[in-house]
């Protein structure tokens, strides 16, 4: 089980970011509710100086307000916050909040001074996201063509497909695809995706994947040749 101190602090926040270096969510391969227990932690979202966990609280922000959490996870203890639970998926009503948080001011001593406006702001949007999580809300999606060229007429194009389509993530579906005469015996691989936008960014894909080792073994350029939002 992994373990976290308190994440208000600095200590907390850069054990997080050497956690975050070499992973994408807090345990396992796919967000959970380890992830959610430690995105509802954070008082507020992490400047730019943790660049790690502020590029995973991003991307846990916009899972939650497109299709939520739903795997378990292997467990996950940070100070001060217990583990995310069913019941604390639901959003209480303001009054009720504020009761709770009178209630718990009088029971408990705060170590860390009184939480600011701000930061109560901030943890109300994150809890509301939490709850609208729950009701997998869709987000925008575009269906882009893409034309991809080979090095020359005896580049093996199956082989260039395969390799395109084994560029996988979430958000990024592979369609349809056809082979098109550019000349001297050149084809070019034309071929269809559509992508969640707030997830996939097809020129990143296009600078970060389609066109390095080792797809670029097969592939000379690619071109966007229609991007329409569906």
Same mark, same amino acid.
């Given at each position: 089980?992994?373990?976290?101190?308190?994440?208000?602090?600095?200590?907390?926040?850069?054990?997080?970011?050497?956690?975050?270096?070499?992973?994408?969510? =807090?345990?396992?391969?796919?967000?959970? #509710?380890?992830?959610?227990?430690?995105? $509802?932690?954070?008082?507020?979202?992490?400047?730019?100086?943790? !660049?790690?966990?502020?590029?995973?609280?991003?991307?846990?922000?916009?899972?939650?307000?497109? /299709?939520?959490?739903?795997?378990?996870? /292997?467990?996950?203890?940070? &100070?001060?916050?217990?583990?995310?639970?069913?019941?604390? !998926?639901?959003?209480?009503?303001?009054?009720?909040?504020?009761?709770?948080?009178?209630?718990?001011?009088?029971?408990?001593?705060?170590?860390?001074?009184?939480?600011?406006?701000?930061? #109560? #702001?901030?943890? &109300?949007?994150?809890?509301?996201? @939490?709850?609208?999580?729950?009701?997998?809300?869709?987000?925008?999606?575009?269906?882009?063509?893409?034309?991809?060229?080979?090095?020359?007429?005896? $580049?093996?194009?199956?082989?260039?497909?395969?390799?395109?389509?084994? =560029?996988?993530?979430?958000?990024?579906?592979?369609?349809?695809?056809?082979?098109?005469? @550019?000349?001297?015996? =050149?084809?070019?691989?034309?071929?269809?995706?559509?992508?969640?936008?707030?997830?996939?960014?097809?020129?990143?894909?296009?600078?970060?994947?389609? $066109?390095?080792?080792?797809?670029?073994?097969? !592939?000379?350029?690619?071109? =966007?040749?229609?991007?329409?939002?569906?």
């Amino acid at each position: 089980m992994v373990a976290f101190s308190n994440l208000s602090s600095d200590a907390g926040l850069k054990k997080l970011d050497e956690h975050l270096l070499t992973r994408s969510y =807090i345990t396992g391969y796919q967000a959970s #509710k380890d992830d959610i227990t430690v995105f $509802t932690a954070l008082s507020k979202p992490p400047t730019s100086e943790y !660049v790690n966990v502020s590029r995973w609280f991003h991307h846990i922000d916009a899972l939650l307000r497109i /299709s939520g959490v739903s795997a378990e996870g /292997s467990g996950v203890v940070v &100070e001060g916050q217990s583990p995310i639970t069913e019941e604390a !998926v639901a959003t209480p009503p303001a009054a009720e909040s504020k009761a709770a948080a009178e209630e718990e001011d009088d029971d408990d001593v705060d170590l860390f001074g009184e939480e600011t406006e701000e930061e #109560k #702001k901030a943890a &109300e949007e994150r809890a509301a996201s @939490v709850k609208a999580s729950t009701k997998k809300k869709e987000s925008g999606k575009s269906s882009v063509l893409i034309d991809i060229k080979p090095w020359d007429d005896e $580049t093996d194009m199956k082989k260039l497909e395969e390799s395109v389509r084994s =560029i996988q993530m979430e958000g990024l579906f592979w369609g349809a695809s056809k082979l098109v005469p @550019v000349g001297y015996g =050149i084809k070019k691989l034309q071929i269809m995706c559509t992508i969640v936008d707030d997830l996939v960014s097809i020129d990143t894909m296009i600078e970060e994947q389609l $066109t390095v080792e080792p797809i670029n073994e097969y !592939v000379q350029s690619c071109d =966007i040749v229609a991007f329409n939002k569906i």
